[in-house]
C-alpha cells in the first residue's frame, strides 16, 4: 500500500454543504499536509499539521490528525462552487529530507 | 509574498530530445525539489538536493535525469533523451530550513509534452 490514501476518491455535493475526506498514511510522519489543485494547474497549500497536533483551522477548513490511527481528515464547511478542485494530502515522513508522499486525491465537485 | 518560478509553463519535444526544466526557488530557501504528476495521476517525487548535491531520490530519477543548481537562484531539471512517458506536469518546490516542519513552496509547474 501506498503512503498518504485519500478517500472518497471523487466527491459531489451541493453548494453549501460539507465536505468532509480522509486520508490514511503507513509510516511515521513528521507532519502532514494538504493541497489543492485545480484541473491542469499548481498545487496550492491549504494547510500544515504538525504529527504532535491534532486539529488545525484556517477559514472555512478543519483539518484534524489521528497519529495512532495514522489518519488526518480534511472538512470543507459551507462549500462554494470554487471549491471544485482535486484535494491531496501528502506526508512528510521521519525518515526522509523532507520529501512529499502524495496520495492520489479526492476529486471534489461542488454543484452550484 | 515571495514565491517559486518555473519556465517555460509548456515545453513540447520530441522523442529523444534533451530538455531542461526551470525553477527559480524561493531565495533563502535551502532544500529543493522536483516532483512530476503524469495526467490523472498523484504526485511523485524525483529528487531533492541539498547543500548542492542530491540527498534522496526515487526510483524513477535514473540515469536519464540529472539536477543542477548553476548559480545560486536557479534550480533546473534535465532530461537527457525523453522518451513519451516523461510527459507530464513537472514541480519544483522549495523549503526554508533544517526542520522537517517547514512548509513546501510549490511552483507551477513545467507541463512536458513529448511526441
Known amino acids: 500500500s501506498q503512503q498518504g490514501e485519500e478517500d472518497p476518491q471523487a466527491l459531489s455535493i451541493q453548494e453549501g454543504e460539507n465536505a468532509t475526506m480522509n486520508c490514511s498514511y503507513k509510516t511515521s510522519i513528521n507532519n502532514l499536509q494538504w493541497y489543492r489543485q485545480n484541473s491542469g494547474r499548481g498545487l496550492v497549500h491549504l494547510i500544515l499539521i504538525r504529527s504532535n497536533e491534532r486539529e488545525k483551522h484556517s477559514g472555512r477548513l478543519r483539518v484534524t490528525l489521528d497519529t495512532s490511527k495514522k489518519s488526518s481528515s480534511l472538512l470543507i464547511t459551507a462549500s462554494r462552487a470554487a471549491d471544485t478542485a482535486s484535494y491531496f494530502c501528502a506526508t512528510v515522513t521521519t525518515d526522509s529530507w523532507g520529501k512529499f508522499q502524495f496520495g492520489a486525491g479526492t476529486q471534489v465537485v461542488v454543484t452550484p | 509574498e515571495p514565491e517559486v518560478t518555473q519556465t517555460p509553463s509548456h515545453q513540447v519535444t520530441q522523442m529523444g530530445q534533451e530538455v531542461i526544466l526551470r525553477c527559480v526557488p524561493i531565495?533563502?530557501?535551502?532544500?529543493f525539489y522536483w516532483y512530476r504528476q503524469i495526467l490523472g495521476q498523484k504526485v511523485e517525487f524525483l529528487v531533492s538536493f541539498y547543500n548542492n548535491e542530491i540527498s534522496e531520490k526515487s526510483e524513477i530519477f535514473d540515469d536519464q535525469f540529472s539536477v543542477e543548481r548553476p548559480d545560486g537562484s536557479n534550480f533546473t531539471l534535465k532530461i537527457r533523451s525523453t522518451k513519451l512517458e516523461d510527459s507530464a506536469m513537472y514541480f519544483c518546490?522549495?523549503?526554508?530550513?533544517?526542520?522537517?516542519?517547514?512548509?513546501?513552496?510549490f511552483g507551477p509547474g513545467t507541463r512536458l509534452t513529448v511526441l
Open positions: 518546490a522549495s523549503r526554508l530550513g533544517g526542520g522537517a516542519y517547514n512548509e513546501q513552496f
Open positions: 531565495s533563502n530557501h535551502l532544500y
